[in-house]
């Protein structure tokens, strides 16, 4: 029965001659079973299957059953996590593994550096009161590119980013000038990132000064004070960059910016309640953002 119902989903591509003999079923036994009616609740859970498969590859293959069922829920179908557990298990969707990278901080250098002001305090009650910034890396069959971006830690929103084949201030600096543009934020904005020498670089520390924002820098060795930042660049390694291979570092920017939009649009965060950036935002503080 699995055959024939391959068949009837790629009769639109191939000719019927050509998918009976490969699956090496009878054409007659083909008719027969599309005049047939299904068993009860067979098609039901097909097209439940058909649906939660729809969610998933529309995902890029990145969600989970949990994300899987928000999605279907918040489109009106009743549906338990079981139930979407159980439709992953039979279309065999999986989605893409954690993987472990490097990091790219150089915060061996004499330049001076800021106190942790914003100490782990990532929850914020509106927008533009503090963003979050790192640097990361993709390799490409040119060489690596690296990416900057700036995080409004309210939402998750990335505010600001830029790409590079250099590791540089001009790398960090092009990404602050996308935020500040975009968002226009209020003097006294935190911002904070690691003590990298790009971020500590006397350019940086003076657009800061002239944008009117505090700076704030985590503590030396310890990822975990700008725990935001390592988890956007550990999904969007995951869920864009890990399975694929880049030719030129052209193709590597596309593909970041694809994600980027996708990512602020629409990604689901168990912190906003399952809404996407965008969506928080919008519920919370319309008055308060860009458009």
């Given at each position: ?11 639109a591509n191939f000719s019927l001659s050509s998918l009976t003999r490969v699956l090496r079923v009878s054409r007659s036994g083909y ?97 533009n009161q503090a963003w979050v910034g790192d640097i990361t890396y993709i390799w490409t069959r040119q060489g690596w590119l690296y ?145």
């Open positions: 029965m699995e055959r024939y119902r391959f068949i009837l989903a790629e009769e008719y027969a079973w599309r005049g047939r009616r299904p068993a009860a609740g067979v098609s039901d859970r097909d097209a439940f299957d058909a649906h939660v498969e729809s969610v998933f590859r529309a995902s890029r293959e990145r969600y989970g059953s949990r994300r899987v069922q928000r999605e279907l829920l918040d489109a009106g179908a009743k549906c338990s996590r079981t139930r979407v557990v159980c439709a992953m298990r039979r279309r065999e969707l999986i989605p893409r593994a954690r993987k472990r990278f490097k990091a790219t901080t150089d915060s061996r250098h004499t330049l001076k550096v800021a106190p942790n002001l914003l100490d782990r305090a990532f929850q914020v009650a509106g927008p990416l900057a971006v700036l995080l409004d830690l309210h939402s998750r929103r990335v505010v600001g980013w830029a790409t590079s084949a250099l590791i540089d201030r001009h790398l960090v600096l092009a990404a602050l000038r996308m935020a500040l543009g975009t968002r226009r934020p209020p003097p006294g904005l935190l911002h904070h990132t690691d003590r990298g020498s790009q971020y500590a670089s006397g350019d940086y520390q003076d657009a800061l000064t002239r944008a009117g924002l505090v700076c704030s820098m985590s503590r030396k060795g310890n990822c975990w004070d700008n725990a935001p930042a390592e988890s956007f660049f550990a999904s969007l390694k995951v869920e864009e960059i890990a399975h694929r291979d880049f030719d030129t570092r052209d193709q590597a920017r596309l593909a970041i910016l694809e994600y980027l939009r996708w990512y602020n649009a629409h990604r689901r965060h168990s912190t906003l309640g399952n809404l996407s950036p965008a969506r928080f935002e919008a519920l919370t503080s319309p008055a308060q953002v860009a458009a």
